[in-house]
């Protein structure tokens, strides 16, 4: 159904004027999110202030059959929070309260719009911090973390989002609310709270979110480490890993990216080498040595031409903040680029490596790598001018089959990205015709409507045939009634 | 499809045309939990062995009729672990069983629980396909997490026929230290302690006397000693015994709760107790009309499971509010439509 004039009134009634975006003009800068190749104008955007707000749109939306898209910062990679042309944007920034910090219980019960790093700099005070750190960390919302499942460096020891969430407060399309999770580690019932994150806004809204704070760490480290080769380095993650060390973080930058890096903020990174990986420690202080020493001798052995040891956090902040400008690096080479996000076995690193070279010079694109290592979790970056229609294409086909080879390996389409709009296609690849069923299955239970995040995450069966990679079993469809969205 | 899952295949396919019960059976070492399922019975001990195990990848993959044993044996072989622990009340206990019960030991507070560790499930639904959800990788998020949902399912939303479980290395060292202390003090000590860097992985009182594991390098063990004294308590098959409920606590003839809170929250007020997970999870016996301690945890509101009763309950064995119940049936007939995996196991609704 369309956003009629009586529909905005109804909005209204309740709603400050700033909370309700009606012109183009208003509107524009909401028209993507972090993956900026699809604009869409949205129908309308709205900025609720509270929870009681936000149950009122949702039950007005559900009432007359109206989209929703749900957003946090805008800052998700896969185009999840990318509107709808006739669907109302719910845009959650506004309750950005930090509820409460417990240092007892090691806990904050935060709104969906509080950014990421405010929680950690809101418990440091206590010794405390939030583990997830995703590189848009200082930017993107816990709201958006948590419909994405989102990642970071730190992931291979803490976990993700859904390793580090006790509870969810949501509301459900008919305007119910119910608490998911019990704010221990065991939960009574299924377990809803980890189906829940990562679900892309298709399930219901957050509006409180309890997450685990954890102690911080007494000492940090990182050791760099200079390879000839990237075989080399691919194997040297794997035995760093195999030598009985789950590193706080590791991560692999390739030639390009090194370059890139030292053109831009001067990290003094050796620029002749092949491939450098970053490997950090973090514990107590004879924990951190300990394993400082192991780390080194591993990668020595492993065939490191050079070892640098951070003599002081001063040190490691600079040896990080080359990792963690990569991409504007990158972006400076090139106006635009695709980050990919496949996840694969450490095992297939090389391989993989040296396929997507292949692919690079297939498309004639370049293609640099900067990913997490120690998950495998790989983030090639497809550069191109997108302003040259060949060229977006190409770099779309360079993207699609770098994903394929990642599932053909045994890996995912995406390690902590998500599938958006940007790779529902491949979707089609990753899942059986009966897998997908589960999915829009599961998704009625919450949304029986099919009024949430229409057309993104999880392609319909119609999509995928049309796309021509369904993996159908003996051709029958046993849930021919289902809704498709 | 292998013979065995062509079997496993065509049982649910029958059952689901004569709308008959299945009972899945692992090594039926979880059996006091809950109601008695009534229903044919479905071994999948015969569905067992390891698929996939690369120590670099910190990843196993299993079939869920492979014995915890085993895995725990293989694993030992390369220095690594299962970190959540998971109870073994029986030789006989499968991969399958670990996952659907979703039972973690007593690190579970520190490293995760048994959904924290789950990579992905292949399941089979309730038509008798094989579906996959998750990976072998150490970071997936495609689809909705089906793989999560199956743990603690108790079987009720299909037949789990593989695991893949993140795994972590062995520390090299560990000490457990004990101190006399009340229920009080044990559980802000476990708190002041957990929020310092110091790097404890269990914790558990019981009579007046607290118990903390710490593990890691040799050194950083030597200095939590240093730190904080109190007694060294020598045998650390204590932890397995807490684990395996084979402690003392657990052998009395009354009813078992356990009780799912905050760690810094009240005491409970229960004399006969067990506290671990620095006080996020509270056992204790009660020979209390059964009616009289649900009351109690509904005006408390807590989340409580009868774990061992001594009779046959009259309610469902855990309480769950109205809108979490609807969603939770929802799910249920959603992916069991008829019903055939296991009903009214934990709950009397569905």
């Not at chain 2, 007694?231 to 078992?256: G, P, Y």
């Amino acid at each position: 159904m369309q956003i009629t004039k009586d529909i905005i009134k109804e909005f209204q009634n309740f709603l400050n004027d700033e909370s309700v975006l009606i012109t183009n003009e208003e509107k524009k800068p909401f028209e993507c999110d972090g993956l900026t190749a699809y604009p869409q104008m949205p129908g309308l955007v709205l900025l609720p202030e509270n929870e009681e707000e936000t149950v009122k749109i949702i039950k007005i939306c559900e009432k007359h059959k109206i989209p929703i898209v749900f957003r946090g910062a805008g800052t998700g990679l896969s185009g999840g929070a990318i509107p709808h042309k006739s669907g109302v944007l719910l845009v959650m920034s506004k309750l950005n309260k930090i509820v409460e910090i417990d240092s007892n219980n090691r806990i904050a019960k935060v709104q969906p719009g509080v950014r990421n790093i405010s929680i950690s700099e809101s418990a440091s005070k206590f010794g405390l911090y939030y583990a997830p750190d995703p590189s848009s960390q200082i930017a993107c919302s816990i709201g958006g973390n948590i419909a994405e499942n989102s990642g970071g460096v730190h992931c291979l020891k803490y976990g993700l989002t859904v390793n580090n969430i006790l509870s969810l407060r949501i509301i459900l399309t008919s305007g119910e609310i119910v608490t998911l999770g019990n704010n221990s580690f065991d939960s009574n019932g299924y377990d809803l709270l980890s189906f829940f994150i990562g679900s892309e806004g298709m399930l219901g809204v957050v509006t409180e979110i309890t997450v685990k704070l954890l102690p911080k760490p007494e000492k940090t480290q990182v050791v760099l480490a200079a390879f000839n080769s990237l075989k080399d380095a691919g194997e040297a993650v794997g035995n760093v890993i195999g030598s009985g060390i789950v590193p706080a973080g590791l991560e692999m930058m390739d030639k390009k990216i090194t370059v890139a890096v030292e053109d831009f903020v001067k990290a003094g990174y050796p620029v002749e080498a092949e491939a450098i990986l970053l490997c950090e420690s973090d514990g107590t202080s004879e924990e951190v040595k300990d394993e400082i020493n192991q780390i080194s001798s591993v990668m020595k052995e492993s065939g490191a031409y050079e070892i640098r040891i951070s003599k002081n956090d001063e040190e490691r902040n600079k040896f990080w903040l080359g990792r963690k400008s990569a991409f504007p690096a990158v972006g400076r080479i090139l106006p635009d680029y695709f980050c990919m996000d496949g996840t694969i076995p450490k095992k297939s690193l090389s391989y993989v490596l040296e396929e997507i070279e292949k692919l690079s010079k297939k498309y004639s694109l370049q293609c640099a790598n900067v990913f997490h290592a120690g998950d495998g979790n790989l983030h090639p970056l497809i550069m191109f001018d997108a302003s040259d229609d060949a060229q977006l294409k190409s770099a779309e086909k360079f993207g699609a089959d770098i994903l394929k080879l990642c599932i053909s390996v045994g890996g995912t389409i995406t390690g902590e990205h998500g599938v958006g709009i940007e790779k529902i296609n491949e979707m089609c690849h990753q899942f059986s015709k009966s897998e997908l069923n589960t999915f829009h299955l599961l998704k009625k239970v919450f949304d029986p409507s099919a009024i949430l995040n229409p057309d993104k995450a999880i392609p319909t069966l119609n999509r995928c045939a049309e796309f021509g990679h369904m993996h159908v079993h003996k051709n029958q469809d046993k849930f021919p009634n289902i809704p498709r969205f | 499809m292998s013979e065995i899952l062509d079997k496993f295949s065509n049982s649910i396919i029958k059952a689901n045309k004569e709308k008959k019960n299945i009972r899945f059976i692992g090594g039926d070492s979880k059996k006091f939990f809950g109601y008695d399922i009534i229903g044919e019975e479905f071994k999948t001990s015969n569905y067992s062995g390891v698929v996939d195990y690369d120590p670099k990848e910190l990843i196993i993959t299993a079939k869920s009729g492979t014995k915890i044993s085993e895995i725990k044996s293989l694993l030992m072989q390369h220095n690594q672990f299962l970190p959540f622990d998971p109870p073994i009340f029986s030789s006989e206990s499968t991969l399958g069983g670990v996952i659907s019960s979703g039972f973690s030991g007593p690190s579970g507070a520190y490293y995760g629980s048994v959904k924290d560790f789950v990579l992905g499930n292949k399941i089979m639904n309730n038509n008798g396909e094989i579906l996959n959800f998750g990976g072998r990788v150490m970071k997936n998020v495609a689809g909705f997490d089906v793989s999560r949902l199956m743990v603690g399912s108790f079987g009720t939303l299909g037949l789990i026929l593989e695991t893949s479980l993140k795994v972590l290395p062995k520390p090299s060292d560990e000490i457990t230290l004990t101190f006399e202390k009340n229920e009080k003090d044990s559980i802000q000590f476990f708190n002041k302690i957990a929020g310092s860097p110091l790097p404890m992985t269990a914790t558990f009182y019981h009579d007046n006397k607290c118990f903390l594991k710490f593990s890691g390098s040799d050194n950083s063990i030597k200095s939590v000693k240093k730190e904080l004294g109190g007694e060294v308590f020598s045998d650390n098959d204590i932890w397995d015994e807490i684990r395996d409920m084979k402690h003392v606590f657990f052998n009395q003839d009354s009813t078992l709760w356990k009780v799912d809170t905050l760690p810094y929250a009240q005491s409970l007020g229960k004399s006969n107790t067990l506290i671990e997970w620095n006080g996020a999870r509270r056992w204790f016996f009660s020979d209390e009309e059964e009616q009289d301690v649900w009351d109690f945890f509904k005006n408390a509101n807590i989340q409580a499971t009868n774990f061992k009763p001594k009779n046959i309950p009259n309610s469902s064995i855990q309480n769950l509010n109205n809108i979490s119940m609807s969603l939770n049936k929802k799910i249920k007939n959603t992916l069991d439509p008829s019903n055939i995996f296991g009903k009214s196991r934990v709950f009397k609704e569905f």
